[in-house]
């Protein structure tokens, strides 16, 4: 069974930090693209970024690109999402997902999903 928990979320005030985690099980975690992506109330899914796991080579958003970093810690098998400079607009529910390549992710689809982790970010 594949899984992918997410956690990290919170409430944080604008201009913080705040690190995300996404633990991933049933995968082998070797050349698989791992992506996050967000959804506020009344507005589309939005990708945010993707890192394929054969060579850590990442992909951003331009909302985010400059913000948000993602990496990925092997022995754990999970990949986290640092975001700083969290404006109001970043409030969202957070997802990871997971496919084969970071393609799916630029095509705004994967395979597997987590349930996702709320971020608030107060003015």
């Known amino acids: 069974e594949v899984q992918l928990v997410e956690s990290g979320g919170g409430l944080v005030q604008e201009g913080g930090s705040l690190r995300l985690s996404c633990a991933v099980s049933?995968?082998?975690?070797?050349?698989?693209?791992i992506g996050w992506f967000r959804q506020a109330p009344g507005r589309e899914r939005e990708g945010l970024s993707c890192?394929?796991?054969?060579?850590?080579?990442?992909f951003y958003s331009g909302s985010v690109k400059g913000r948000f970093t993602i990496s990925s810690d092997k022995s754990k098998k999970t990949v986290y999402l640092q975001m700083n400079g969290l404006k109001p607009d970043d409030t969202a529910v957070y997802f990871c997902?997971?496919?084969?390549?970071?393609?799916?992710?630029?095509?705004?689809?994967?395979?597997?999903w987590g349930k996702g982790t709320p971020v608030t970010v107060s003015s």
């Open positions: 997902a997971a496919d084969e390549f970071c393609d799916d992710y630029l095509d705004g689809e994967m395979t597997y």
């Open positions: 049933g995968l082998r975690f070797v050349d698989e693209g």
């Open positions: 890192i394929t796991l054969r060579d850590r080579g990442t």
